[in-house]
C-alpha cells in the first residue's frame, strides 16, 4: 500500500525568509509519479510539479524548487523568499502506476502561514 | 478549453436529506476521480470511473454512496441520507488515461 507523509502540519514564516515542506512516501512499485498541489484560501487545488520515479534530478521554477531523493523516498519542497501569497496549505500526493487507474493519495498537508 | 467543472460548489443539506454533485470533466476526458476532503484533512480517493464503468471504488464508504459517469451528461457523485460527518469539500478530477489529473475547484457539503 502506498502512503505520503508530511510530518509539518503548521509552518510559520515572516516575509522573505525560505521554508522547506518536507514529504516522505512509502511505495512498493518502481514505477510512480510524485506531486505538489497548493491549496490557497479560496479552496481550489493548483498544480505545480509533477515528476516521475526515473528522474531524480532537482528543479527549480522561479521561488519553487524541489528536492528527489529517492534513496531516502523523499520529495521535498522549498519556497525561497517567501511572500504573503504563498501561505496556502500545500500538499504532496503520490500516483503509481496501475491498470485500474492512477489514483493519488495525498500527505496530510502542510499550512503556511506567512507574515508580513 | 473549460477546465473541469463542479456543481454546485455549496451544497447545504438537512441530514437526511439526498446531496447530489455533479462533474463535467475537461473536453475529451473520459476518466474521473472523485476525491473527499474533510475538514483540516487531506484529500483522499473515493472513485475512479471510466465512461458508464467504475473501476475502482475501493474509497467509497459501504452505504448511501455512489457514482456514475453516463455515456452523455456530468458524472453525479450521490450521497443518500447525508449525516454530518458527510460534510466536507468533494473534488473532482478527470484526465485521459495517463499521471496528470485536472482538479476541478470542489464542491462544499455542509449538513446541518
Known amino acids: 500500500a502506498q502512503k505520503v507523509t508530511q510530518a509539518q502540519t503548521e509552518i510559520s514564516v515572516v516575509e522573505k525568509e525560505d521554508v522547506t515542506l518536507d514529504c516522505v512516501y512509502e511505495?512498493?512499485?518502481?514505477?510512480?509519479?510524485l506531486f505538489w498541489y497548493k491549496q490557497p484560501p479560496s479552496g481550489e487545488l493548483v498544480f505545480l510539479i509533477r515528476?516521475?520515479?526515473?528522474?531524480?534530478q532537482n528543479e527549480i521554477s522561479g521561488r519553487y524548487s524541489w528536492n528527489f531523493q529517492k534513496s531516502t523516498s523523499s520529495f521535498n519542497f522549498t519556497i525561497t523568499a517567501s511572500q504573503v501569497v504563498d501561505s496556502a496549505v500545500y500538499f504532496c500526493?503520490?500516483?503509481?502506476?496501475?491498470?485500474?487507474?492512477?489514483?493519488?493519495?495525498f500527505g496530510g498537508g502542510t499550512r503556511v502561514l506567512v507574515k508580513p | 478549453n473549460a477546465g473541469v467543472m463542479q456543481n454546485p460548489r455549496h451544497l447545504v443539506r438537512r441530514r437526511g436529506q439526498e446531496a447530489r454533485l455533479r462533474c463535467s470533466p475537461m473536453?475529451?476526458?473520459?476518466?474521473v476521480y472523485w476525491y473527499r476532503q474533510l475538514p483540516e484533512e487531506g484529500l483522499k480517493f473515493m472513485v475512479y470511473?471510466?465512461?458508464?464503468?467504475?473501476?475502482?471504488e475501493s474509497g467509497m464508504p459501504k452505504e448511501r454512496f455512489s457514482a456514475e459517469f453516463p455515456k452523455e451528461g456530468p458524472s453525479i457523485l450521490r450521497i443518500q441520507q447525508v449525516v454530518r460527518g458527510d460534510s466536507a469539500a468533494y473534488f473532482c478530477?478527470?484526465?485521459?488515461?495517463?499521471?496528470?489529473?485536472?482538479f476541478g475547484p470542489g464542491t462544499r457539503l455542509t449538513v446541518l
Open positions: 470511473l471510466q465512461k458508464e464503468n467504475i473501476i475502482d
Open positions: 511505495t512498493r512499485d518502481t514505477t510512480y509519479y
Open positions: 473536453k475529451g476526458h473520459s476518466h
Open positions: 515528476r516521475n520515479s526515473f528522474d531524480e
Open positions: 500526493a503520490l500516483s503509481e502506476a496501475k491498470a485500474a487507474g492512477n489514483k493519488l493519495t
Open positions: 478530477a478527470s484526465s485521459l488515461g495517463g499521471f496528470e489529473q485536472f
